[in-house]
């Protein structure tokens, strides 16, 4: 009895550490004026963030924007691993602390779509990351500030940090949805019904509008912007037999950041456009924005190296 009552005691001492050592996730929604309806989304809560202990009050955190593929939504990352993934991270002291930030994004590519109807990129940058970095505790300025992404999410990602590099120290991004087949030779895939066929109409127009398609495309962007992209920290990697093709395009990108001397990291992975490529990754990408994170902290900002795969 008395070990017992003994084992009791330090496990209801221990319950509130025990407690407070896991993060949370907060999902809620935000009506936007931009947009004219809810949007929702989840934040991953680092551990320390809800603890009376630790000064949390006054502690402000790096935030991560984490953009989801087609067909998924603000939910996605944390149901299928990633939580568990992240925390454990942490636990290992692989990761710092830092918040993310996952919106729904629905078939949008995260951009204004080309008949105005859905100005998502507006609603992004003029609403939802104020919305975000006044409710919650955030570090101010682009050095506590990432965004990374997978497929329509990593497409998504690119273009905001290569569009608004001032806003963001680091972008990464995962078999992101990059073509380099032109307009005219989308429009004729998706009459042949590829496996592209119709995912893009409702954003890029049926015809594509090529001026829109050029104006948000993140290579073009990285070839406009390519003086103002050299203090942006990037990673991107993507499957080697990736499903749509993404492969070649995030072979364009290396290539075409190589050649105008911006510092990036790539790698190209054996694997497809699957969950299980994405799952296996995704320490990579949460490290890579943790140490840019903890540089910027410290006043000592620097973009990655360039690292290409074989």
């Given at each position: 009895?008395?070990?017992?009552?003994?084992?009791?005691?330090?496990?209801?001492?221990?319950?509130?550490?025990?407690?407070?050592?896991?993060?949370?996730?907060?999902?809620?929604?935000?009506?936007?004026?931009?947009?004219?309806?809810?949007?929702?989304?989840?934040?991953?809560?680092?551990?320390?963030?809800?603890?009376?202990?630790?000064?949390?009050?006054?502690?402000?955190?790096?935030?991560?924007?984490?953009?989801?593929?087609?067909?998924?939504?603000?939910?996605?990352?944390?149901?299928?691993?990633?939580?568990?993934?992240?925390?454990?991270?942490?636990?290992?002291?692989?990761?710092?602390?830092?918040?993310?930030?996952?919106?729904?994004?629905?078939?949008?590519?995260?951009?204004?779509?080309?008949d105005g109807k859905v100005p998502y990129s507006d609603f992004f940058l003029?609403?939802?990351?104020?919305?975000?970095?006044?409710?919650?505790?955030?570090?101010?300025?682009?050095?506590?500030?990432?965004?990374?992404g997978i497929s329509m999410g990593g497409y998504g990602a690119l273009h905001?940090?290569?569009?608004?590099?001032?806003?963001?120290?680091?972008?990464?991004?995962?078999?992101?949805?990059?073509?380099?087949?032109?307009?005219?030779?989308?429009?004729?895939?998706?009459?042949?019904?590829?496996?592209?066929?119709?995912?893009?109409?409702?954003?890029?127009?049926?015809?594509?509008?090529?001026?829109?398609?050029?104006?948000?495309?993140?290579?073009?962007?990285?070839?406009?912007?390519?003086?103002?992209?050299?203090?942006?920290?990037?990673?991107?990697?993507?499957?080697?037999?990736?499903?749509?093709?993404?492969?070649?395009?995030?072979?364009?990108?290396?290539?075409?950041?190589?050649?105008?001397?911006?510092?990036?990291?790539f790698h190209l992975y054996p694997g497809d456009h699957g969950p299980d490529?994405?799952?296996?990754?995704?320490?990579?990408?949460?490290?890579?924005?943790?140490?840019?994170?903890?540089?910027?902290?410290?006043?000592?900002?620097?973009?990655?190296?360039?690292?290409?795969?074989?």
């Open positions: 009895m008395f070990r017992l009552g003994r084992t009791l005691l330090i496990f209801s001492l221990l319950a509130p550490v025990l407690a407070w050592s896991q993060s949370r996730i907060d999902c809620s929604a935000l009506h936007s004026r931009i947009l004219r309806q809810t949007v929702h989304y989840c934040v991953l809560l680092p551990p320390s963030y809800d603890d009376p202990a630790s000064n949390s009050a006054k502690r402000r955190y790096p935030v991560l924007y984490f953009l989801h593929g087609l067909g998924d939504n603000e939910q996605t990352l944390f149901k299928t691993g990633g939580w568990a993934l992240i925390d454990d991270l942490r636990e290992q002291y692989k990761i710092t602390e830092f918040l993310v930030v996952a919106p729904e994004g629905k078939q949008t590519f995260y951009i204004d779509s080309a003029r609403e939802f990351m104020p919305h975000i970095e006044g409710k919650f505790r955030i570090r101010p300025g682009r050095e506590g500030r990432g965004i990374s905001y940090a290569f569009a608004h590099p001032e806003l963001f120290s680091s972008v990464s991004a995962q078999s992101a949805a990059l073509m380099i087949e032109s307009p005219k030779d989308l429009d004729t895939a998706e009459k042949s019904h590829s496996p592209l066929s119709g995912m893009l109409a409702s954003v890029f127009g049926r015809p594509i509008d090529a001026r829109h398609w050029n104006e948000n495309d993140p290579l073009m962007l990285a070839k406009i912007n390519r003086g103002r992209l050299r203090d942006l920290a990037i990673y991107f990697n993507c499957g080697d037999e990736d499903n749509y093709g993404f492969d070649e395009g995030a072979k364009a990108l290396h290539k075409e950041l190589d050649s105008e001397g911006v510092r990036h990291e490529y994405f799952l296996a990754h995704l320490a990579e990408t949460m490290q890579f924005h943790s140490r840019v994170f903890d540089a910027g902290k410290a006043g000592s900002l620097r973009v990655s190296d360039r690292r290409a795969a074989p």
